[in-house]
């Protein structure tokens, strides 16, 4: 088969990203032919082979200039530019010629989308109906939902301003995005992030997905409160790249964190168990706003962003791995990757979490937010030895899906739609 892989960026941004980089070298290993359309970045990983690509959109504000134009010039031209978001944010004419351009040379058997809105816009969605109409083939497009999107504006079912956990857009409620600011707290951005979903409601854009791909059955639960998803949406949880497990890792005496040091990963939590349980040595891993007061923390041992190797070791080597989230994840590789390094997880009960972590097997989950019942469940865990054991022994036995397993089963998938007449309202 010949599939077109479809999201906003083409390079390494974040989880999605390196989620398609991985599912593109996937079907690869299957026989499968794989292009890539999106937004053009000086740091692009992947491509096509015709080097047509959307202009880049920059939603962090006026930049500080460039070299040709010289720091007042380049705010200019970025002021200039970005005039111009708000509509193209609704509907985009060159997303929707030039992903046609690439429909045109590739003529795919599939496309499969991801992130999208606002720089790609659903615009692409009308290119694939409308292409395949034009050419009467059965085109099929598959998307995976790598958050909540399709029915909150600000992705993460959380009110910026509170931290409070929100389904209020649930049934097309969009004007509650600009009532609580979801967009960066901005009244601007969340108007417009409330009109572009009543715009798309109004014209049932998502009806031209043919299969959403859900990594947990707590958002596939969420978007199929959108009816023209509810029939079409199944779950297949994440895959994981696991690194090359080394026989005989001994374990050191520390509960590990790794992620990003941010309020959302519930970072507060976490410094307050820290500093009620002086007697217990902590390591956290990543990169983010509360590095400061992680550095100012006696017992937390900081080590910075690890990747590969070192990451792997200082999950291995830890007794056990803190997932505090106080946001709804959906299949955090994180709770993955610890398990299968047979490292027990503490882990939120919200959201996809508690699909992924067995209750007194391979850890615990604990209420989101609750200091006091995280300190006790750590320390109580710290000196359960016992306990301790039997999870670490359990988790060697998890296992998750592989890359090519994972493709294995969205190719099945995909070849079921090829049989079916995928018609459009």
Same mark, same amino acid.
Request: aromatic fraction near 12%.
């Given at each position: ?76 031209? $970025? ?36 992130? !999208?809105? &606002? ?8 290119? *694939? $109906? ?27 079912? *959380?009110?910026?301003?509170?931290? #409070?956990?929100? &389904?209020?857009? #649930? ?32 014209? /049932? ?28 949406? *199944? ?15 001994? /374990? ?5 964190? !790794? ?49 590969? $190797? ?22 955090? &590789?994180? *709770? ?49 030895? #016992? ?28 070849? #079921? ?9």
């Amino acid at each position: 088969m010949k599939i077109l892989i479809v999201n906003k960026f083409l390079h390494a941004n974040g989880g999605s990203e390196t989620y398609i980089f991985n599912i593109g070298k996937g079907f690869e290993k299957l026989g499968h032919q794989v292009q890539y359309f999106g937004m053009e970045h000086p740091d692009r990983v992947v491509g096509n082979d015709w080097d047509c690509y959307t202009g880049s959109m920059d939603f962090r504000g006026a930049g500080g200039g460039d070299k040709a134009d010289g720091p007042a010039g380049g705010r200019l031209r $970025k002021l200039i530019e970005q005039a111009g978001y708000p509509f193209r944010i609704i509907y985009s004419r060159e997303a929707y010629k030039k992903i046609t351009y690439v429909l045109e040379k590739f003529d795919p058997d599939a496309v499969h989308v991801n992130n !999208f809105n &606002f720089q790609l816009t659903p615009s692409i969605l009308y290119a *694939v $109906k409308n292409y395949r109409n034009k050419k009467r083939k059965k085109l099929p497009i598959i998307m995976t939902a790598h958050d909540s999107q399709l029915v909150c504006p600000n992705h993460l079912m *959380v009110i910026p301003g509170s931290g #409070e956990i929100c &389904f209020a857009c #649930e049934g097309g409620k969009f004007s509650n995005c600009t009532k609580n600011r979801c967009i960066h707290n901005s009244r601007m951005k969340s108007i417009l992030a409330s009109a572009e979903g009543y715009l798309y409601k109004w014209l /049932k854009a998502y009806r031209y997905i043919d299969l959403l791909v859900c990594p947990s059955d707590f958002l596939k639960e969420k978007l199929s409160t959108n009816p023209l998803l509810a029939k079409k949406a *199944v779950t297949i949880h994440n895959f994981i790249q696991a690194a090359d497990r080394q026989e005989n890792v001994k /374990k050191e005496d520390y509960v590990l964190y !790794f992620g990003r040091y941010s309020e959302e990963k519930g970072i507060k939590t976490l410094l307050q168990i820290c500093k009620s349980l002086p007697e217990i040595p902590f390591v956290f891993a990543g990169s983010g706003p509360f590095r400061d007061e992680i550095l100012q923390t006696e017992n937390i041992e900081e080590r910075g962003f690890l990747s590969g $190797k070192e990451l792997y070791l200082a999950i291995a080597r830890a007794r056990f791995v803190l997932f505090p989230s106080i946001c709804n994840e959906n299949c955090p &590789f994180s *709770v993955m990757e610890a398990q299968m390094y047979g490292t027990p997880v503490l882990g939120s009960r919200l959201g996809g979490i508690p699909e992924l972590i067995q209750e007194d097997v391979t850890g615990q989950l604990l209420t989101a937010g609750d200091a006091d019942a995280w300190t006790g469940a750590v320390k109580a865990l710290w000196e359960d030895e #016992e306990r301790l054991d039997r999870y670490t022994d359990n988790c060697k036995k998890v296992s998750f899906y592989t890359v090519v397993g994972y493709c294995d089963i969205l190719q099945s998938k995909i070849k #079921e739609l090829m049989q079916e007449d995928c018609q459009y309202e």
